[in-house]
């Protein structure tokens, strides 16, 4: 059981980093008040999301770097009540709602370390010291987006097939990394089957090999044994049968099957608020095409050279982050280490470098198990973390400098 007295930690310990990093963010941009503060984080997408949560989306013809609609909905859209209702500025309504959002998304990610066997505090400052913590502070979607991914783990582990596909569906409505769901749900039930298939052909064999070492211990006729002998061969048909009344593997399907569902579910609800906004279903995929991401084996392989260029703390973070993936598969972990071996790679492969280290963020389940191997070794685990915060302020500085960030 989770004890009451430890809820309040992970309240605690991000208030902490967010009084932190507000004030390191206040000094570094030499600002004097709220309004400052605000200003100087309207940057980049927080443009495009005050818009959106303003007035709906809406096509820009004159626009040529991008439109409203290659934004997901579910970050403006918990904004709009702030905007519309008690007429709050859009900017301030985007903070209040990433605030929230953050505060709870410490609360799921301490829960899921602490009932995944982690050390839940260490494990939770890895994640909020995380080289791209910058998006954790301003305005952006990613505290959201792990509130999604976190109850999606959550409901994982404690196989609640409704909260798995909710938590799927407002995933998907936050990003379009929530649609990676879908090939990492198909790898991890591909996984599941292959090991339920070699577990019941291993006890099949074994079973016929008991039963012939026992018939030929009682010297029974040649005819038998001959037969017992084909029998360590067993029938496919019986394998598979044995696998569809395994209730783990069942209870696999289930809730990865839901999860597909809720990514469906919401590809179509965007493609619709899409239609009901700008006329056009496939408004999303159609101006995705104004950024020029053409997929390419080239960024993939990109990703794997460790040039010393501009790129490399890119570069140094995706391998960090497919390591910790690495661990969680060998621990056990499969569907965690599927989800963030996807959300790694396939945005590499999309030519998403620029944004590598945001998409490093959202495979937070990685950072934080390779935090906690690293913990066997204290001073290694100590530069790990310095390393990592500290090239956090070169992006917050970056930032405030209204340089790219990513």
Known sequence: MFKKQTLWH???VVLGWLAATLWLFKSMGELRSLADILKASNHLDVGWYQKIALHGYTLEPEITDGQSTVFFPLFPLLAAPFVHLLALDPLLSLHIVQKLALVLMAFLAYRWSAAAGLAAKESLVSLLVHPAW??????YSESVYLCCLF???LAWQQKSALAFFVSAFLLGLCRPTGLFLIP?????????????????RMEAVAAAQAHQDQSLNLRQNQNQTQNLNQNQNPSLNAV??????????KTN??????????????????ALIMHLSVGDWYAFYRYRSLWKEEPSFRYFLSALNLDFGSQTPRILATWAALWGSVLLLRSGRIFEGMLCTVSILLPVYQGKM???????LGA??????LSEQLKEKRSLQLAFVAACAAYGVVLCYRWLARDWVG
């Open 10 to 12: 992970p309240v605690f």
């Open 134 to 139: 910058v998006f954790l502070l301003i305005p």
């Open 151 to 153: 109850g999606l783990l």
């Open 184 to 200: 990492a749900a198909g790898l991890t039930l591909g996984f599941c089957v292959v090991q339920a298939y070699k577990k019941y």
């Open 240 to 249: 598979v049968a044995k696998m569809f009344a395994d209730s783990a593997l």
């Open 253 to 270: 399907f289930v809730l990865l099957g839901s999860g597909v569902a809720g990514a469906f579910a919401a590809l179509g609800t965007v």
């Open 354 to 360: 620029g944004d590598i280290i945001r998409y490093t």
């Open 364 to 369: 937070a389940p990685a950072w934080m198990m």
